[in-house]
């Protein structure tokens, strides 16, 4: 069985390096990300932002208005 996961290092390419490097940086930011929003203390900030999707025309026709005065 270890035969079968030995990873010839030596013989990797670039774009080798380039995907595990890729791959554990994207592991550490979906275990930061994980931590971030399951974290008690985040709940009020994150909670605020809930809606904010929804709002978003509101945000897009002031912008307008404020143009439209210029």
Known sequence: ??????????AMTLNDWAGLIITVGVFF?????????FRPKNKE????????IFND?????????EDSKK
Do not use: C, G, P
């Open 57 to 65: 025309d509101e945000k897009d026709s002031n912008a307008l208005n």
């Open 1 to 10: 069985m270890s035969d079968f996961f030995q990873t010839d290092w030596a």
């Open 45 to 52: 900030k994150l909670e605020s932002h809930r809606f904010d």
């Open 29 to 37: 930011l979906m275990i930061w990300a994980y931590v971030y929003a």
